[in-house]
């Protein structure tokens, strides 16, 4: 398995864009889950997902952050509008039941000017 | 709810000489316990975790991690630092419901050569 995949890798932005970051799980995982990570805050859950179904978006900073998980394969995570206390890395990761470690993806670094 | 404590914002040790990274944590129930590193500019990766049974767990690249439940500690520990080894460590917990993982806010081990 090609374990996780984002994309994109890097994506820079003006304030007031919108931002669509994606993901691609392991096959046969069902759960999917979303973090940011900063230097200030360290790692943050964002939100996560059981068999495409949002369980916890307690973590979305604010209304500006919605995610989706269309299916099984794909789930995006989108800002709009961006400001730049958005730029971070944003990680996304997923589980088996059964096996409870989380797969990281490589991540994609946002900054927003 | 759970919670993860690394007192150490960083670890420096000789190469060649036996590596501790500390975590402490608490859960209500029984514990689930990881390790996961953080190389630049990579997504967090996977190294041991700690279910049930023997108290000393074995994992990837030569590490391990001793679970205490008396001292709620789950320290991870390698005999020989590699330069290699040089990275961020994370502790993660959570409890025995599919709750999602809680991350300390990870350690910055420094090997020397």
């Known amino acids: 398995d090609a374990g996780v995949i984002q994309s994109p890798r890097h994506e820079v932005t003006e304030m007031g864009q919108e931002v669509t970051l994606r993901c691609k799980p392991i096959?046969?995982?069902?759960?999917l889950f979303w973090y940011r990570q900063t230097m200030m805050r360290g790692l943050e859950l964002l939100i996560y997902?059981?068999?495409?179904?949002?369980?916890?978006d307690s973590g979305m900073p604010e209304d500006r952050f919605s995610a989706k998980m269309p299916n099984a394969s794909f789930s995006t995570l989108k800002i709009q509008p961006s400001e730049p206390r958005d730029s971070a890395v944003y990680f996304c990761?997923?589980?088996?039941?059964?096996?409870?470690?989380?797969?990281f993806g490589p991540g994609t670094r946002l900054t927003v000017t | 709810a759970q919670s993860v404590a690394q007192p150490e914002d960083q670890v420096n040790v000789a190469e060649g000489n036996p590596l501790t990274v500390k975590c402490t944590y608490s859960?209500?129930?029984?514990?689930?316990l990881f390790w996961y590193v953080q190389y630049p500019n990579r997504g967090l990766q996977f190294l041991l975790k700690?279910?049930?049974?023997?108290?000393l767990v074995k994992g990837s690249y030569g590490f391990e991690a001793e679970f205490n439940k008396s001292q709620t500690s789950f320290h991870l520990k390698k005999p020989s630092a590699l330069v290699s080894d040089s990275a961020l460590y994370f502790c993660a917990v959570r409890d025995e419901g599919n709750t999602p993982l809680v991350f300390g806010k990870g350690t910055r081990l420094s090997v020397i050569a």
């Open positions: 096959s046969g995982h069902d759960y």
């Open positions: 990761a997923s589980s088996q039941l059964g096996r409870h470690e989380q797969y």
């Open positions: 997902f059981n068999n495409n179904v949002p369980i916890d």
């Open positions: 700690y279910i049930t049974g023997d108290n």
């Open positions: 859960v209500s129930g029984n514990p689930y």
